[in-house]
């Protein structure tokens, strides 16, 4: 059904910048937003960044002025974009879309399996 597939992640020194990607593919209708959450050891997964079908975005408070949040329409693709990583950015950061796979469908939401971020010296 559908898939998101997610890449970018990996190991960048503090301050560093790292961009991650995430495409959507298969049974898809309408894709209502797109985003990223991410989950540390030990902690609940939260909200990292969301960008709506009309354009909008919401931002954590951690992130917010760091991280950039865009997306490909046509390519069913969002990014993040983060810059000034820190060592409290670690984390596996999962990929979701809220989206319909036909039009009487309630929208649901979808997950990537998780990219591992890693900001260490």
């Known amino acids: 059904q559908v898939q998101l597939v997610e890449s970018g992640g990996g190991l960048v020194q503090p301050g560093g910048s790292l961009r991650l990607s995430c495409a959507a593919s298969g049974s898809i209708f309408s894709i209502y937003a797109m985003g990223w959450h991410r989950q540390a050891p030990g902690k609940q997964r939260e909200l990292v960044a969301r960008?709506?079908?009309?354009?909008?975005?919401n931002y954590a408070d951690s992130v917010r002025g760091r991280f950039t949040i865009s997306r490909d329409n046509a390519k069913n693709t969002v990014y993040l974009q983060m810059n000034s990583l820190k060592h409290e950015d670690t984390a596996v950061y999962y990929c979701n879309a809220n989206l319909k796979t036909a039009w009487f469908d309630a929208r649901d939401d979808y997950w990537g399996q998780g990219t591992q971020v890693t900001v260490s010296s």
């Open positions: 960008i709506l079908s009309g354009g909008n975005t």
